[in-house]
Nanobody
Framework: QVQLVESGGGLVQAGGSLRLSCAAS????????MAWVRQVPGKEREVVSA????????WHADFVKGRFTISRDNAKNTVYLQMNRLKPEDTAIYYC???????????????WGQGTQVTVSS
């Protein structure tokens, strides 16, 4: 199993930037595909970005393409989400998630962090 802890959330003005981090512990980090998933209260969780085990392949949802970038450092057991040009509609709880196989659906992911709040003011 793998344990995930997110950090880096906070309050930012529209147009600003934040960098989320997710530190993993437990089983070998490089054996997991990683993703960032967000949830707005009252709505279902949606996958924002996903990255392969080696980091050489990634996927971003259309609503964040060109603004968000996912990356990972397997030596540091950490995955990142760089969020630029933030919009009020990006306000959500952002979760880090892990899976043994690459996927872009929330149901593909078995392991979850506790989440970090991102609030974008207009």
């Amino acid at each position: 199993q793998v344990q995930l802890v997110e950090s880096g959330g906070g309050l930012v003005q529209a147009g600003g930037s934040l960098r989320l981090s997710c530190a993993a512990s437990g089983r070998a980090f490089s054996s997991y595909t990683m993703a960032w998933v967000r949830q707005v209260p009252g709505k279902e969780r949606e996958v924002v970005s996903a990255i392969s085990k080696s980091g050489d392949s990634y996927w971003h949802a259309d609503f964040v393409k060109g603004r968000f970038t996912i990356s990972r450092d397997n030596a540091k057991n950490t995955v990142y989400l760089q969020m630029n040009r933030l919009k009020p509609e990006d306000t959500a709880i952002y979760y880090c998630a892990a899976a043994e196989f690459f996927g872009v659906r929330t149901t593909d992911y078995n392991y979850w962090g506790q989440g970090t709040q991102v609030t974008v003011s207009s």
